[in-house]
């Protein structure tokens, strides 16, 4: 054990922090709270970030099955979302 604390203090020590002594400041119950809370934060902002990959993703795949099936498909459903585009910033500007 004594070989764990002294590998735990050079690795402390070599990041620049330092070796904290006593009991702390925070209860445990409260670092737990903490931590799940940290937790929960991470992994909403996780799961948003795979849901707009898989998105993204399964566009991607979807607009080469188009092109691969018919490209003047593709091209017109470009055009159809510059369009929806094109009037979402109408919309939003006149605001």
């Not at 020590?13 to 925070?26: R, S, T, W, Y």
């Not at 498909?73 to 939003?92: G, I, M, Q, Y």
Request: proline share 1%; aromatic share 8%; glycine share 4%.
């Amino acid at each position: 054990m004594a070989e764990w604390v002294e590998a735990t203090d050079r690795f402390v020590a070599m990041n620049d922090m330092e070796v904290l002594f006593g009991p702390g400041q925070v209860a445990s119950e409260d670092a737990i709270a903490i931590a799940h809370d940290r937790f929960t934060d991470f992994d909403t902002q996780r799961r948003a970030l795979e849901t707009a990959r898989a998105d993204e993703e399964a566009e991607q795949e979807f607009r080469e099955l188009l092109a691969d099936a018919d490209a003047g498909l593709l091209d017109e459903l470009e055009k159809a979302e510059n369009e929806v585009e094109r009037r979402h910033h109408r919309f939003t500007d006149d605001d």
